[in-house]
């Protein structure tokens, strides 16, 4: 995972360019490999790796907790338009 790649032109991109997008479970899935491989190749330096790997991983719990409130939020609903169609 190194920070100062460079593109076709020689270019060092933007941090903003090269910053991850962390949205979804696949995505941070990725993040995670990408780190644990940094380790492996001694690409990144423990500390390091020890401190992404834990927000990894917070960030996960969170993605996945405001996934299943969407999903509890969206079945309270369809049951409550059930019950006002009923009704």
Do not use: C, F
């Not at 969170?62 to 996934?67: F, L």
């Amino acid at each position: 995972m190194k920070t100062t790649e460079s593109d076709d032109t020689g270019a060092t991109p933007s941090p903003r360019s090269r910053r991850r997008r962390l949205a979804n479970l696949r995505n941070v899935r990725t993040a995670l490999a990408d780190a644990l491989w940094g380790l492996e190749t001694d690409l990144i330096e423990p500390s390091k790796a020890r401190v992404l790997i834990y927000g990894y991983s917070v960030l996960a719990g969170i993605i996945q907790g405001t996934d299943l409130e969407e999903r509890i939020e969206s079945l309270e609903a369809a049951i409550k338009d059930n019950d006002d169609a009923t009704a």
